[in-house]
């Protein structure tokens, strides 16, 4: 399994990122999928995850209700849509995936993509 994660950037305080991560699998719905982030000098830490079919979320609170992570299993993509960022959402973010029959497990990483949010 490769993950290709993409579209981060810089962008002002109440600014909106949207972020995908193309996977290279054959059956995307054999995974459950998520975001992680990292910021300088912290510990990698879960933004937000998805089932394999897409019909349960879950988010951390400091994202809830300006993030939102979605899936297209016939297209092979996850997306974070992040909207009123934060100077604290800066972090390196990287996309994840792990088989089905194990919750909360991700094996397979991207490499990670830059959001920046200036005040």
């Known amino acids: 399994v490769q993950l290709q994660a993409s579209g981060g950037g810089l962008v002002q305080t109440g600014g909106s990122l949207r972020l995908s991560c193309a996977a290279s699998?054959?059956?995307?719905?054999?995974?459950?999928m998520g975001w992680f982030r990292q910021a300088p000098g912290k510990e990698r830490l879960i933004v937000a995850s998805?089932?394999?079919?897409?019909?349960?979320?879950h988010y951390t609170d400091s994202v809830k209700g300006r993030f939102t992570i979605s899936r297209d299993n016939a297209k092979n993509v996850v997306s974070l849509q992040m909207n009123s960022l934060k100077p604290e959402d800066t972090a390196v973010y990287y996309c994840?995936?792990?088989?089905?029959?194990?919750?909360?497990?991700?094996?397979?990483w991207g490499q990670g993509t830059l959001v920046t949010v200036s005040s």
């Open positions: 998805i089932n394999s079919g897409g019909g349960v979320t």
């Open positions: 994840a995936a792990g088989w089905a029959t194990a919750p909360g497990k991700y094996e397979y």
């Open positions: 699998v054959r059956a995307l719905s054999n995974y459950h």
